[in-house]
């Protein structure tokens, strides 16, 4: 019994010298429990709708001053306005506004007529949560709107005609975004942290460091390489996912080319990511350990699955800082509304500068000597 004894007495031992490992092993199942539990189901609130009053008569100012309550209140949506249709549209397309309210120019003739006037709601509809939330907002609203007690101003009989701007997309389109950055992560996972934390183990990275090259000369020099991988890795699922899930002209050669910068700054940015959590890691257990907390931690808040508006608080400040909001942004817009490079320009931005401080700070941590 004593022999057994020793080896249980040997392994606890060094368990309890790895505090990355406990925290990782004990804690971080925790992390992952709270963000799986509130990244889906969430009330969906802080919607973008623009408004084009064409009208501007009395019988709108009701509806304008319902739009503020809600705002204020249920914030299920705030309102922006706009004076020209198109540049609503062009902001709707590009992603900056979820919908836009159109109000017709007869619009309060027909309302004292009491002749059925309508509003149209034109929708985003790659995102089929948020167009559920604003089409119940909108039918409440109305029927409050249409119950009111001053006939003379507003007369009973508004209805909501609903415009798609985009072609019926089925769920499995909307996770193909999140799919193609989650495997771009999964070949940065092996490419940047346990391949690197294995050669440590083996003494292979004792060879590096009786080189000349620089630091900064290494570490980019393994970011390329983990990127070129990571790189193909989401080439493969790029074309191969969007025939599967039925993404319109899927080789199209002009969005393949947008396509193709998106995930090589998405490569970029994780691989980068991966070297700066890494670099002071020894224990091949770790990054083990690490990386499936780490996936659902970038994942889930990115709004892969579930939008980010229906996130608490403190979740939106992680969606904010995590690259995987940024990289699934981009693929969404070209994928699902093939739109051009302005609408991306935003993210890529954020993830070219992310890959830069994680490069440096890297840098800066990773030792000469051992």
């Known amino acids: 019994m004593h022999r057994i004894l020793a080896i249980i007495e040997r392994d606890?031992?060094?368990?309890?010298?790895?505090?990355?490992l406990i925290l990782v092993s004990m804690f971080f199942p925790l992390v992952q429990l709270v963000v799986l539990g509130y990244a889906f189901g969430g009330k969906i609130k802080e919607l973008t709708v623009g408004v084009v009053d064409q009208d501007r008569g009395i019988p709108t100012v009701q509806l304008r001053e319902m739009f503020g309550a809600i705002a204020a209140n249920a914030r299920t949506f705030r309102t922006?306005?706009?004076v020209d249709p198109k540049q609503a549209l062009t902001d709707l397309r590009e992603g900056r506004v979820q919908a836009v309210l159109n109000i017709p120019p007869e619009f309060s003739r027909r309302v004292r007529a009491q002749a059925a006037p309508e509003i149209a709601l034109i929708e985003d509809n790659t995102d089929n949560f948020a167009v559920s939330a604003l089409q119940g907002a909108f039918t409440d609203l109305l029927n409050a709107y249409n119950q009111g007690s001053d006939p003379p101003r507003v007369a009973p009989g508004v209805t909501l005609s609903v415009v798609e701007i985009y072609p019926y997309v089925p769920y499995i389109q909307f996770l193909l975004p999140g799919s193609i950055v989650l495997a771009i992560f999964v070949s940065a996972m092996i490419g940047g942290g346990i391949i690197y934390i294995d050669d440590k183990a083996r003494g292979l990275h004792e060879g590096y460091l009786v080189t000349p090259i620089?630091?900064?000369?290494?570490?980019l020099g393994f970011n390329l390489s983990g990127a070129l991988k990571a790189f193909l890795a989401g080439l493969v699922l790029t074309t191969l996912g969007s025939v599967i899930a039925g993404i319109p002209n899927p080789l199209d050669p002009f969005r393949m080319g947008k396509l193709l910068l998106v995930i090589i700054t998405t490569a970029l940015a994780l691989i980068s990511m991966m070297f700066f959590l890494m670099v002071r890691v020894n224990d091949p257990l770790v990054p083990r350990a690490t990386f499936g907390v780490l996936n659902t931690l970038l994942f889930f808040p990115s709004g892969a699955v579930y939008p980010v508006n229906g996130f608490p608080a403190w979740m939106k400040v992680?969606?904010?800082?995590?690259p995987f909001t940024y990289a699934v942004q981009a693929f969404k817009s070209l994928l699902l509304k093939n739109t051009g490079l302005t609408a991306i320009a935003g993210d890529l931005a954020y993830l070219a500068i992310f890959t830069v401080v994680m490069?440096?700070?890297?840098?800066?941590l990773f030792k000469r000597s051992l």
């Open 80 to 82: 922006v306005d706009y």
């Open 318 to 322: 992680i969606s904010k800082a995590d």
């Open 359 to 364: 490069m440096l700070a890297a840098t800066a």
């Open 12 to 20: 606890i031992r060094k368990f309890m010298r790895s505090p990355a």
């Open 214 to 219: 620089s630091k900064f000369e290494l570490i």
